[in-house]
């Protein structure tokens, strides 16, 4: 079994971004990844505003010492260009507005008394006080947002800052998801003996759609090698990356493995981690590749080209003309979800053309003792408790679906590592891996 941090190295070496884009509205383009830089044409601001309600003067005009009584010249609210400001006299002005050219500071109006047409200073400024200077924040020219930026709500205001209409973004990662067993059954639908409802559509579905991916759903799939091999066929014929759902791994009904074989290859399955060991990853030839040939009969002949071990090379890259990647996960419903957080999402945005995909983690003291070590790499559910600390819950089976609800995240725990109460542990917050 391959180590996780292996397994996703692998993952990743083999992910390069999709070709293919379009421009978009800035309105429209919420988690988009930008395919190009954007740079900004104009200063921001484009011009030295005002910071605060006052009045803006020029310094020199100032007494040394004592109160300074001035006329108040010109009124200049936002948006409203103003007169080059007459020395000896102090202009009106607002929050964002032009500094007149001239002053070189503006006094906020609770340091100031007004009476009439005139205006006590009551406060002796430095020069630049209270003025936001032109491209204090942005400078013509410069790059605001790489290309590869996914693109989040203050990003998509940084763009239309500087006038930024429409974006250039990579197309959406297409992802075509299938689940396999006879026990599922949809919601809504009368629950037979041995039977279950399939949680996994809705939360896998979910976790792609938040991504921004353009999802297709073939539903679930029967548990038998032809389905299964006429299901990939089918999906790798117009989309990124196939991912599927239970089968995986070694049982008499486990029929995705075998067909990933016979449709394509597989090149890492396996990984040393609880939950999700049975992760497989690979691609799937599409139709055109296959050049004519009898395919199903050549596959059924054609020696097994996976089992992935530690010192597995790593796979060679899926053509986008002849292969469609292959994920498959898990069916127990905490393995899914924890193996698609960890392997999938980072894989589906370096499709998108994200660069940094590794989620942002924290140490944080464990309030919890478990003696019992694993010889695996646990991701655990916890969550922050009052004090700071980690409370973990209380039943760690990969098939309780409530631990990822009660949780704030995961506990990344080392192979063979038992926890101490009162030790640091790396926790890896779900706001880190849902976004």
């Given at each position: 079994m391959l180590a996780t941090a292996e397994a996703?190295?692998?993952?990743?070496?083999?992910?390069?971004?999709?070709?293919?884009?379009?421009?978009?509205?800035?309105?429209?383009?919420?988690?988009?990844?930008?395919?190009?830089?954007?740079?900004?044409?104009?200063?921001?601001?484009?011009?030295?505003?005002?910071?605060?309600?006052?009045?803006?003067?020029?310094?020199?005009?100032?007494?040394?010492?004592?109160?300074t009584r001035l006329p108040v010249s010109q009124r200049i609210p936002a948006g409203h260009a103003p007169t080059p400001l007459m020395p000896g006299t102090a202009a009106r002005i607002f929050t964002g507005a032009t500094v007149p050219p001239g002053a070189d500071a503006v006094v906020m109006q609770e340091q100031a008394e007004a009476t009439g047409d005139t205006v006590s200073i009551l406060h002796r400024p430095q020069e630049g006080e209270w003025i936001t200077a032109q491209g204090a924040d942005i400078r013509s020219g410069s790059v605001i947002l790489p290309a590869g930026t996914r693109l989040t709500p203050q990003a998509l205001g940084l763009a239309a800052s500087v006038g930024c209409a429409a974006l250039e973004v990579r197309r959406r990662v297409k992802v075509a998801v299938f689940f396999t067993g006879d026990e599922l059954t949809m919601p809504g639908e009368p629950l037979k003996p041995g039977a279950i409802y399939n949680s996994n559509r809705f939360t896998l579905r979910g976790l792609l759609e938040k991504l921004g991916c353009d999802v297709t759903d073939y539903g679930i799939v029967a548990d038998r090698l032809d389905a299964t091999r006429a299901a990939l066929r089918e999906a790798a014929a117009a989309h990124d990356l196939i991912l599927t759902c239970g089968g995986v791994s070694v049982g008499e009904e486990d029929h995705v493995k075998p067909a990933v074989e016979a449709q394509g290859r597989l090149s890492m399955w396996q990984i040393a981690m609880k939950p999700g060991k049975p992760l497989a990853f690979g691609a799937v030839r599409r139709a055109a590749a296959h050049d004519g040939a009898d395919v199903a009969a050549a596959a059924a002949t054609a020696p097994a080209t996976a089992t992935a071990t530690a010192t597995a090379p790593a796979p060679a890259p899926a053509s986008a003309e002849t292969e469609t990647f292959f994920i498959g996960l898990p069916g127990n419903p905490v393995s899914s979800f924890v193996t698609f957080l960890l392997f999938v999402r980072p894989f589906v945005l370096r499709l998108a053309g994200v660069q940094t995909v590794a989620p942002g983690t924290l140490s944080l003291r464990a309030d919890f003792t478990q003696s019992k070590a694993d010889r695996r790499n646990e991701f655990l559910r916890a969550r922050i408790n009052a004090t700071g600390g980690l409370d973990l819950f209380a039943n760690q089976s990969s098939a309780v679906l409530t631990s990822t609800v009660w949780g704030d995240g995961l506990i990344d725990n080392p192979p063979n590592h038992a926890i101490s109460a009162g030790e640091t542990v790396r926790f890896i917050p779900f706001s880190e891996l849902l976004n």
């Open positions: 996703l190295a692998t993952l990743l070496g083999a992910a390069h971004p999709i070709a293919g884009t379009e421009s978009i509205p800035t309105l429209d383009a919420l988690n988009r990844v930008l395919s190009a830089d954007v740079t900004s044409p104009l200063d921001v601001p484009p011009m030295n505003i005002s910071a605060m309600d006052g009045y803006a003067i020029r310094t020199a005009d100032l007494a040394s010492e004592g109160n």
